[in-house]
């Protein structure tokens, strides 16, 4: 087995082992009202693809990539961080002038030829949820920015969205979420990054962000394994191509109580 069909095979596992805890797994309860404050921390290594114009060789994530989520609950209200970065290899799709490996990258109003680099995504979001009574599941709002280093457009978005939140404290518990954000928007600094005067260009997509699994409980400690799967899609309103960022992870948490 070569290192694609390993990497490929690990992604598979990761991903049916999260499908069929959160399947498997009783119905949760209703969730607990909060008097005092309780959260958790969650770190995460993703074995995922980013497809974006830039990584859309077949993506896979560089060491160094990572999730991170915290969050807080009090009352039936919920609040969350979240923040990711993924390091890839940009495409070899291309020569330089010099003669060697070369990306191929397409901005509104020409195509540039650099050499082949490590890009870098990122995103941070904050999440406000709120359980209505007797309510298995949380309703919410967020925010978003994300950024590269390859001068495509910071974008930022409003969105709403549902969440089941895992319970920490059981066995195995599922959780899952999904977050819509109709107008995600950002610009182009300029359309040609080697013409100055080229001019500025609007960006917009509509973005939708899936995430879902299953956690692990440890009985006698407050830390907790979750195996789960995300998937994150820009569709494009404007311009060219769309962004798709999705896979298996591994993640492990630090109950707050």
Wanted: some cysteine; overall charge negative; aromatic content about 16%.
């Amino acid at each position: 087995m070569n290192q694609r069909e390993r990497v490929f095979a690990a992604r598979a596992f990761i991903a049916l082992l999260a499908i069929a805890a959160a399947v498997s797994s009783e119905t949760p309860a209703l969730a607990a009202n909060y008097d005092t404050p309780e959260g958790y921390v969650q770190y995460a290594l993703g074995f995922g693809d980013t497809y974006n114009g830039v990584t859309t060789d077949d993506g896979d994530h560089l060491w160094g990539s990572y999730a991170l989520k915290a969050k807080v609950f009090l009352g039936h209200f919920a609040a969350e961080y979240q923040c990711y970065r993924d390091l890839t290899n940009s495409q070899t799709n291309a020569l330089t002038p010099s003669g060697g490996p070369g990306t191929a990258i397409n901005y509104p109003g020409a195509q540039a030829i650099v050499p082949q680099f490590v890009a870098s995504d990122g995103e941070s979001e904050f999440r406000l949820e709120y359980r209505p009574p007797r309510f298995p599941v949380y309703l919410g709002v967020a925010y978003s920015n994300s950024f590269n280093n390859y001068n495509f457009p910071r974008l930022t978005a409003s969105g709403i969205g549902v969440e089941l939140q895992p319970d920490l404290g059981r066995a195995l518990s599922p959780y899952a979420s999904y977050y819509w954000f109709p107008n995600q928007t950002g610009t182009y600094a300029l359309a040609n990054p080697n013409d100055l005067s080229s001019g500025s260009v609007h960006s917009a997509f509509i973005a939708n962000e899936l995430d879902f699994g299953a956690s692990f409980a440890f009985p006698k400690v407050r830390l907790n394994i979750l195996a789960g799967y995300y998937q994150e899609t820009n569709v494009r309103k404007t311009g060219t191509f769309n962004f798709v960022r999705d896979g298996p992870y591994v993640a492990v948490g630090y109950r707050i109580r």
